[in-house]
């Protein structure tokens, strides 16, 4: 059975797992201010738990579209008054970060999965870290290509070869598509379809298209409107795990695990799925 590692845990790969986001941050894209302070933190785990997340995704730089960079200070200044309270859920947590000691940081202190959006082969160092920390790695696509399926292949056959040489195994990489990222909604929808061509790699597949413009477009529904982007990330969560994605990463966890419970039904009878 494929499996994904990471640090002190590993997850069969025999279902759809749910990464609850957890945004400690004022401005991201959808959520930002809601969770900042260490109790909203807390609670907002604990719920994400309660509703079914698997995972928690604890995020304390926003990375959304035209994003400021935060210095590294206060990023980490920010982790460390949220990442024990998301640990009190007593989920693996996983870090989305850009930077090298917040990373190390957020691995020592007990996080046990990095989460990175950058391009992965313009930051090698991330892939060390996660060695360093036996951590698992999400390896993101983030750069403009004009032919996706082509890029793919370049991508993700250049981060297994940083894995390789950082030590990093096979079990402890997941790789995302990059939904939104240097992708207008046509191609973040391509990219959507190309889920399968990620599987041959054998390593864990993401999809993270929770409420962003790709969903916009599809259900026409403007990002105040969060319960129909919602109702529209659950419906692309039981798209994608049938398109082969083990984790979804989602804002609202409760609607996708019933969507998943639909897919999950579908592919475990076998046939075409």
């Given at each position: 059975m494929r499996t994904f590692?990471?640090?002190?845990?590993?997850?069969?790969?025999?279902?759809?797992?749910?990464f609850g986001i957890l945004n400690a941050t004022p401005d991201s894209f959808s959520d930002g201010g809601r969770f900042a302070e260490p109790e909203e933190t807390r609670r907002q785990a604990e719920a994400l738990r309660a509703a079914g997340a698997d995972v928690i995704d604890l995020g304390c730089e926003s990375t959304r579209p035209g994003y400021t960079p935060v210095p590294e200070e206060e990023e980490l200044r920010r982790l460390e008054r949220a990442l024990p309270a998301a640990l009190g859920a007593g989920l693996p947590l996983s870090v989305d970060t850009l930077k090298p000691r917040c990373a190390r940081y957020a691995l020592g202190a007990g996080a046990g999965i990095l989460n990175t959006v950058c391009d992965i082969t313009e930051n090698p160092e991330l892939v060390e870290i996660a060695a360093e920390h036996g951590a698992g790695l999400i390896v993101t696509h983030n750069r403009a290509a004009e032919d996706l399926r082509a890029d793919f292949a370049d991508y993700f056959e250049a981060a297994l070869r940083l894995a390789e040489r950082a030590g990093l195994a096979e079990e402890r990489l997941c790789f995302?598509?990059?939904?939104?990222?240097?992708?207008?909604?046509?191609?973040?929808?391509?990219?959507?379809r190309l889920l399968p061509e990620l599987r041959q790699y054998?390593?864990?597949?993401?999809?993270?298209?929770?409420?962003?413009?790709?969903?916009?477009?599809?259900?026409g529904a403007p990002l105040a409107?969060?319960?129909?982007?919602?109702?529209?990330?659950?419906?692309?969560?039981?798209?994608?795990?049938?398109?082969?994605?083990?984790f979804v990463r989602v804002h609202e966890v409760a609607l996708s695990r019933r969507a998943l419970g639909v897919s999950g039904y579908l592919r475990e009878i076998g046939g075409d799925f």
């Open positions: 590692c990471y640090k002190n845990g590993e997850l069969p790969l025999d279902r759809c797992y749910l995302d598509p990059g939904v939104g990222f240097a992708k207008e909604e046509r191609q973040s929808a391509e990219a959507v054998g390593v864990a597949v993401m999809l993270a298209a929770s409420r962003k413009r790709l969903i916009g477009a599809m259900t409107d969060e319960p129909a982007r919602d109702f529209g990330t659950a419906v692309l969560s039981a798209v994608g795990e049938l398109l082969g994605a083990d």
